[in-house]
T-cell receptor
Framework: AAGVIQSPRHLIKEKRETATLKCYPI?????VYWYQQGPGQDPQFLIS???????DKGSIPDRFSAQQFSDYHSELNMSSLELGDSALYFC?????????????FGSGTRLTVV | GENVEQHPSTLSVQEGDSAVIKCTYS??????FPWYKQELGKRPQLIID?????GEKKDQRIAVTLNKTAKHFSLHITETQPEDSAVYFC???????????FGKGTRLHILP
């Protein structure tokens, strides 16, 4: 079965550079959630989109922005990268109001800022 | 906003014994409580969830209980096996389509 696809799997950037992370939902999933997970920490909610509109916003820095496109894939854009941005970034998707319950997480992008 | 507390942060149990992880939440509007298992460097995987209209749910060796009045819920793993070693996260959400807020996680070690 198709899963949530994230790219790239690994990314190394220098401080002050920019990065773009991509998330491709399972077919017919219309909602995307982005989470940031630092080493040894729990996933922190960043932002979510439903039907291409931002639906909720969490602890996302102003240096980050995101959008959802007409094919429902989403991109997380990160600028002026800092060392503290090094983390695993997961997206998760679901289909609003449909079964089964629960998100499906992608495999994540490991971002390392040096 | 929602705050989810999880205990213990680390748990070691002998293989074959039971493990219990407890969580509390603060937002009385939360009504969906998933549990995730995460192995090192991998994605969180949903292992069981419970909605607020149910007090208990069981799936083979895994069970979850919910006390909405006290705002706490627990994960029970029986007959633990080496492959149960991982980090477990409880989480809470206002509904299944809303963002989920995670607890800090419990690192479970199954001892041979």
């Amino acid at each position: 079965a198709a899963g949530v696809i994230q790219s790239p799997r690994h990314l190394i950037k220098e401080k002050r550079e920019t990065a773009t992370l991509k998330c491709y939902p399972i077919p017919r999933h219309d909602t995307v959630y982005w989470y940031q997970q630092g080493p040894g920490q729990d996933p922190q909610f960043l932002i979510s989109f439903y039907e291409k509109m931002q639906s909720d916003k969490g602890s996302i820095p102003d240096r980050f922005s995101a959008q959802q496109f007409s094919d429902y894939h989403s991109e997380l854009n990160m600028s002026s990268l800092e060392l503290g941005d090094s983390a695993l970034y997961f997206c998760a998707t679901n289909a609003q109001g449909a079964l089964p319950y629960g998100y499906t997480f992608g495999s994540g992008t490991r971002l390392t800022v040096v | 906003g929602e705050n989810v507390e999880q205990h213990p942060s680390t748990l070691s149990v002998q293989e074959g014994d039971s493990a219990v992880i407890k969580c509390t939440y603060s937002d009385s509007a939360s009504n969906y409580f998933p549990w995730y298992k995460q192995e090192l460097g991998k994605r969180p995987q949903l292992i069981i969830d419970i909605r607020s209209n149910v007090g208990e749910k069981k799936d083979q060796r895994i069970a979850v209980t919910l006390n909405k009045t006290a705002k706490h819920f627990s994960l029970h793993i029986t007959e633990t096996q080496p492959e149960d070693s991982a980090v477990y996260f409880c989480a809470a959400s206002r509904n299944r389509d809303d963002k989920i807020i995670f607890g800090k996680g419990t690192r479970l070690h199954i001892l041979p």
